[in-house]
């Protein structure tokens, strides 16, 4: 790849490119490390040309392989190469860019790579690759958590920053948002750098996002974004979300951006390509559905490093009187692998009956909101890990291969609205309070006249 300093004008340069189907199902992959000649090897990939998983890899192993035992992962939720072009400054002007903390890493670092363009599928398989390559599971951190670890350089670990998708934001404008999040890789390196922990960084989207609209300019005979990019477009779902058919016809509907398994010790399994894909290997045939309960099975053979495994969601639906209407609850999740068990309970999974059920997370970990519970000691050595990316699920009132509208998991009333709600109405109470006793003030109605008697005030006791 190119010399560290001139890695940035390359992202930006790269972006500006013209390549077919830019920004709908590609993501840009950034890494570097503190120690050198580890990304040397490999050709620079041609423009244009969208990175498979094993190409991926074949980029990364060396750093993996021979690089520093603590691993960063800054996992964006949706992350592109247009992002950069338009908010990255103009010419690589730094006080124009939103990402001034990561234009710094790539520069300062020993050895850097730039990827402007991975299969997005591939990119969501990061994380379980990193974890086989590392040894370790993963542990979730932030911007101030990271401030109490003590991390030990000769203990392999894995540590994974998850930065919020930016581009949809309503609390600021896209440019700020991106700000915001480049902060917070600036504070974890430098967290990093004065523990002095060598370590390798990895940044990339789970989703890619593209924005449109702009003004252009001629650079180099390449016309490249600068300033005023218009709204995000999302990309499209991949393939049609998994079904299983009573009777001919859809009954239960799954989809997700990631799923896997884990255990203590043991090195993640992804399933995602198993059970999301135009071909799915898994089967579908031990699940049922009624008008009052339905289960999904999804079964597995021969999974690597794991064998046969089956994952089990049960979900029932109930008429309340209350609300006059059907509701329909996730109850339990199964996971069987092997001959080990692991059932959980599950907790605020829960829709209107003909609607669907989306949340970005669905996890036993407290980090990922835990809304899985589960029945048996997590720390048990059979006990399996479950985590589902971006899960939206359907099991009463389907119609057809689409969801209907999504009852998601995220409250409206977040803490931060409760808090305004609560302030604002103690100010007015005082407002109110304060006007009442100006309301409530009275003057004298008799004055003293100099011409006439005095006026007099009996006091009695």
Not at 380 to 405: C, D, E, M, R
Request: with cysteine; hydrophobic share 40%.
């Amino acid at each position: 790849m190119a010399a560290p300093p001139a890695l940035w004008l390359l992202l930006l340069a790269l972006g500006s490119a013209p390549s077919g189907g830019r920004g709908t199902d590609q993501v840009p992959l950034l890494a570097w490390s503190t120690d050198r000649s580890l990304f040397g090897s490999q050709a620079a990939p041609s423009e244009g040309h969208v990175l498979s998983g094993l190409q991926m890899a074949a980029y990364l192993n060396p750093a993996l392989a021979k690089g520093p035992k603590a691993i960063v992962l800054f996992l964006q939720d949706k992350l592109s190469v247009d992002d950069f072009t338009a908010y990255g400054g103009v010419y690589g002007n730094r006080q124009d860019s939103a990402f001034p903390s990561l234009q710094e890493a790539l520069d300062s670092s020993a050895s850097s790579l730039v990827l402007p363009a991975v299969d997005w599928r591939a990119a969501t398989s990061l994380l379980p690759t990193l974890q086989m390559a590392v040894g370790a599971g993963p542990l979730y951190v932030d911007q101030l958590t990271i401030r109490e670890l003590r991390l030990n350089a000769s203990v392999p670990s894995l540590l994974v920053v998850n930065l919020p998708y930016t581009s949809s934001s309503i609390l600021m404008r896209p440019k700020e948002a991106l700000t915001a999040n480049d902060n917070i890789v600036g504070k974890v390196l430098e967290v990093l750098k004065r523990e002095e922990v060598p370590f390798t960084a990895v940044l990339t989207g789970s989703r890619p996002s593209r924005v449109s609209g702009g003004v252009v300019d001629q650079w180099g005979g390449s016309p490249r974004r600068l300033l005023e990019v218009g709204a995000e477009v999302e990309a499209g779902t991949p393939h049609p979300p998994l079904a299983y058919n009573e009777s001919g016809r859809p009954c239960i509907l799954l989809w997700a951006s990631s799923l896997g398994l884990s255990r203590a010790g043991s090195p993640s399994t992804d399933l995602t390509n198993l059970t999301f894909s135009p071909q799915p290997s898994v089967s579908l045939a031990d699940s049922l559905c009624n008008n009052h309960s339905a289960q999904l099975v999804l079964s597995y053979s021969n999974v690597e490093k794991v064998g046969d495994v089956k994952i089990t969601f049960k979900l029932t639906n109930r008429w309340y009187i209350v609300s006059g209407r059907s509701w329909f609850t996730l109850d339990q999740v199964e996971v069987q692998a092997g001959a080990d068990l692991t059932a959980f309970n599950v907790t605020e999974v829960y829709a209107p009956s003909g609607f669907s059920f989306s949340c970005y997370s669905l996890s036993d970990q407290p980090r990922s909101g835990a809304l899985l519970r589960p029945s048996a000691p997590a720390s048990s050595p059979t006990a399996w890990s479950l985590h589902i990316t971006n899960i939206q699920i359907q099991a009463f009132g389907v119609k057809g291969v689409s969801f209907s509208y999504a009852s998601d998991c995220a409250s409206f009333f977040t803490p931060a609205i409760w808090m305004g709600l609560l302030t604002s109405l103690l100010m007015l109470f005082i407002l109110t309070y304060g006007l009442h006793m100006l309301t409530s003030l009275k003057t004298m109605d008799r004055f003293d006249d100099p011409k006439g008697p005095s006026i007099s005030v009996p006091q009695t006791e």
